[in-house]
């Protein structure tokens, strides 16, 4: 019998692979890839401006059409890009999935989201911590003689010390 190597933790994609297939798919995502990687297909500038809502296919099966949401003022840029963003995607499937693109827009403001974003807000960069906090932490973290550990525990104080002083 083989023991399992994970000591009861699994990765968070395994335990969520399942439900992002089924919301995908009542959505016509048959490859969630379209979904998850949506800037990595199309590119970041693209991904910021618009995301994919939906796949039809259509009554005879020759390919699907895929919905993009954007705002508004963004529609007309997309438009013009509408053949190539259809090239990418289907260079993620790996055939002639998509045949068709129909590009959907809302206002600036959504009715219950308040803003309609499409990029994930940047990541906040944190203030450097002063000399004193940096003094403090070295201080504590001294009598520790592996280098590895040492340093992980005089971050984790730095850390801890900068969080507390604000």
């Not at 969630?32 to 039809?56: F, M, N, R, Y």
């Not at 840029?77 to 809302?106: D, F, H, P």
């Not at 984790?156 to 010390?161: K, P, R, T, Y």
Request: proline share 5%; aromatic share 6%.
């Amino acid at each position: 019998m083989r023991k399992s190597s994970y000591k009861g933790f699994q990765r968070t994609s395994t335990l969520l692979r399942d439900r992002i297939r089924k919301a995908g798919e009542t959505r016509g995502f048959a490859v969630t890839k379209v979904l998850t990687h949506w800037s990595e297909i199309v590119g970041q500038e693209t991904a910021a401006i618009c995301k994919p809502v939906d796949i039809k296919y259509g009554r005879q099966g020759f390919g699907a059409t895929l919905t993009l949401l954007t705002t508004g003022a963004q529609a007309p840029m997309l438009e013009m890009q509408k053949e190539q963003l259809r090239q990418r995607v289907n260079s993620a499937y790996g055939y002639n999935a998509i045949t068709r693109m129909r590009i959907t827009q809302t206002a600036p403001t959504g009715f219950s989201e308040g803003q309609a974003r499409f990029a994930p807000e940047p990541k906040q960069i944190k203030p450097e911590p002063s000399a004193e906090v940096k003094r403090e932490a070295h201080e504590m973290a001294a009598p520790v003689q592996d280098t590895g550990l040492r340093d992980a525990l005089e971050q984790l104080a730095s850390n801890v010390l900068s969080k507390s002083k604000t």
